[in-house]
């Protein structure tokens, strides 16, 4: 599929039905695969051949979703977890193990940020957070001997920071490790991490893949760029034998999946957040109308947000559509179509407004989510940010007055009346 335009390959990657096969998607909702010799199953279980017999390892209907979403973003092979955090600690902790080190942007989704600071910890694994705009020589001292990846977000959530993914990436390079970038709320319809240097995407799909706030999952895409054998005393786990599975070295054996068969035929086998079938199905409606549903996110978006801006009750907006923003140019660049429908701001009347605006509010709902398509709002120091103290919330680039607005494809008539009467009782 790879010379057809993303649009084209929203609808028809993945599945490609054969004559007389179904034009849908079929749901294999079931756990197990019939063999006939008791060899044929063996073969399986020393990844000799391939194929199904167990469905917390490997779903047909899953690896479908998997490729189509390995296509969208131009990578080699993907794997589907139950959840957007399944799919960062799935990411991470295929490089990482007791006494290694990770470098993070510190303005991440909150719940990786929990991940790589606390339970991480636990685990032995460190965590040094950079801030994204800090020098080049500034995130260097980072770095250690024992460092394994570097991570950020394309566009934080909610910070909406934009990554300047090439120095990332050359920073990461230059040490021989890879860098990650969660792609959840660019897609890959608005930006395609790949093309900038990034080795390994991350998804929460239960965002604007889905779309409809149906299913929670995630999604993991190697690259197939990175040279793991340039770096093999390091990556070891990818480049000497796997005891589990007979001695077997997944850089000979798999090359450029390597890492995500790795992932797979490890992670997913001993850990098991495995999406059902059932909602591997759903993620992919939604990845169907996935282009033209950005598009129009972005549309409304840019208007809520100029709207805001001109608004005297409101001290200050974050969104990279605004030429005002800090970020406009280099969103511009990694994202000259747009960026996402998620916008942040501020009440000049501070955290009490912030409350009184949003219980104000009749179209948009009070949800823990965002990137729907239904317009939802938070509050993000009284929500997904509750357990930092205010130090934190700095890092994280939340303030206790801001606003989380995720906008919605409704009529933008809609959503801006909604807005503006909530904003009179603020
Ligand atoms: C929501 C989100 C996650 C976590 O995903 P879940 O599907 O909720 O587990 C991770 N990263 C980003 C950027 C997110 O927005």
């Given amino acids: 599929m790879s010379d057809y335009k993303i649009e084209t390959k929203c609808l028809h990657s993945g599945w490609v039905p054969k004559k007389g096969e179904p034009r849908m998607l079929p749901i294999i909702q079931s756990t197990t695969f019939k063999y006939d010799t008791t060899d044929e199953m063996g ?3 020393d990844l000799k051949d391939d194929g199904y017999f167990y469905t917390r390892v490997q779903n047909p209907t899953n690896d479908m979703v998997a490729a189509k979403i390995a296509d969208l973003e131009g990578g080699v092979a993907a794997l589907l977890t139950s959840s957007g955090q399944a799919a960062n600690f799935y990411a991470t902790l295929n490089l990482c193990e007791a006494g ?10 909150g719940g990786t940020f929990n991940l790589f600071a606390v339970t991480f910890k636990k685990l032995g694994i460190e965590c040094t957070f950079v801030d994204p705009d800090a020098s080049s020589e500034e995130i ?7 460092t394994k990846l570097v991570f950020g977000e394309t566009i934080a959530n909610p910070a909406l920071t934009v990554l300047d993914i ?9 040490h021989k490790v890879p860098l990650i970038v969660d792609n959840t709320f660019a897609t890959p319809v608005n930006c395609q991490p790949f093309k900038w240097g990034a080795d390994i995407v991350t998804h929460s799909t239960t965002k604007y893949m889905d779309g409809h706030a149906a299913q929670v999952g995630g999604a993991i895409v190697d690259s197939g760029n990175f040279d793991w054998e340039s770096n093999a005393e390091k990556f070891s786990c990818l480049t000497t034998p796997d005891e589990s599975y007979h001695g077997l070295i997944y850089t000979q054996a798999f090359g450029k ?4 068969t790795k992932a797979t035929v490890t992670l997913m086998r001993d850990l098991g957040s495995i999406p059902s079938p059932m909602n591997a199905f759903i993620l992919n ?3 169907e109308s996935m282009p033209l549903r950005v598009e129009r996110h972005c549309y409304n978006a840019q208007k809520v947000a100029e709207f805001l801006n001109a608004h005297e009750k409101v001290s200050s907006v974050n969104y990279a559509g605004l030429p005002s923003d800090k970020y406009h140019e280099r969103a511009k660049k990694y994202m000259p179509k747009g960026t996402c429908g998620v916008i942040s701001f501020e009440l000049k009347g501070g955290r009490e407004s912030a409350v009184h605006f949003m219980d104000s509010l009749k179209l948009a709902t009070i949800a823990t989510h965002v990137a729907d398509a239904k317009t939802c709002v938070l509050h993000p120091a009284s929500h997904t940010h509750r357990q930092m103290n205010d130090e ?3 890092e994280a680039g939340v303030s206790p007055g801001m606003i989380r607005f995720s906008v919605g494809i409704e009529n933008i008539d809609d959503i801006l009346s909604d807005l503006e009467q909530a904003l009179k009782n603020a």
């Fill in 43 to 45: 073969r399986l279980f």
């Fill in 257 to 260: 999946k390597a890492y995500i």
């Fill in 392 to 394: 934190q919330l700095k």
């Fill in 285 to 287: 409606l939604g990845l």
């Fill in 166 to 174: 090439e120095k990332f990436a050359k920073l990461a390079h230059s």
């Fill in 100 to 109: 290694d080190h990770l470098i993070s942007t510190s303005t991440i989704y």
């Fill in 140 to 146: 260097e001292k980072a770095f250690r001997p024992n």
